[in-house]
């Protein structure tokens, strides 16, 4: 049984979906393990994971709508606003989606659907760079 593990640094703009399937393939054709998991791990409470379509981007717009009406900034509605009124909106919308993806690897290749992509889903309205923890292991 073999592991590797990495992290990686992804630059965010603002609020929204930031694809890394690229840079997750990446990890994953640099070690020599042919079957296995991947697991990806995000760090923080105001930006999460999702696999999700990455052929239309019409999907992750009505994505990031959707969000904006499920935890709106509104500074009446709630009482923690350390980091401004996006601080809870954000912690809401990692609440209800995840920090970890589990993704299979067989015969050297993540098994990811034909129009599946790894996405950081951030939460923030100002640019972070978000750390992403790989931890890939099988043999």
Known sequence: MRQALEHLHVGTHRRGLVEITTEVSEFVDRQPIDNGLL???CRHTSASLLIQ??????????LERYFETVAPEDPNRYEH???GPDDMPAHLRTALTQVQLAVPLENGRLV???WQGIYVF????QPHTRDIVLHLIGQ
Do not use: K
């Open 39 to 41: 697991t990806v791990f």
């Open 53 to 62: 379509e990455n052929a239309d981007p019409s999907v992750r717009r009505d």
């Open 81 to 83: 606003d350390t980091e």
């Open 112 to 114: 990811l659907g034909s």
């Open 122 to 125: 951030e939460h923030r309205r």
